[in-house]
């Protein structure tokens, strides 16, 4: 999968994956509905943070022994990522507002 970032550069599937992968280990839940600018804020703290450093640690324990959480999770996070994020993009491509 690809991605075009608010410059129009276009980024790859790891991107989506760190983003997803950082938003899992917020503290950020689906019932809290959070707009975009949470998500990214959210996603952007953990990015730049120490917590960065375990949570790949912390995603692959969930995995390990919560599967169902895990995947339900994680799925959420992606969905959120890309809507987020891809829908930012694509509003500051104008070709890509065309479309």
């Known amino acids: 999968m690809t ?8 980024i790859g599937g790891e991107v989506l994956a760190a983003l997803s992968y950082a938003l899992f280990c917020t503290s950020l839940e689906p019932a809290d509905h959070p707009d975009d600018n949470a998500v990214r804020a959210a996603v952007l703290h ?4 120490d917590v960065n450093r375990s949570c790949l640690l912390q995603v692959a324990q969930e995995a390990g022994d919560h599967p169902l959480r895990y995947l339900e999770r994680i799925s959420w ?21 065309a479309a």
Do not use: W
């Not at 953990?46 to 943070?49: C, D, M």
């Open 3 to 10: 991605l075009i970032s608010p410059s129009g550069t276009l």
């Open 46 to 49: 953990t990015i730049g943070s």
């Open 77 to 97: 996070c992606r969905q959120t990522v890309l809507l987020t994020f891809y829908r930012t993009a694509m509003n500051c491509v104008p070709s890509a507002r």
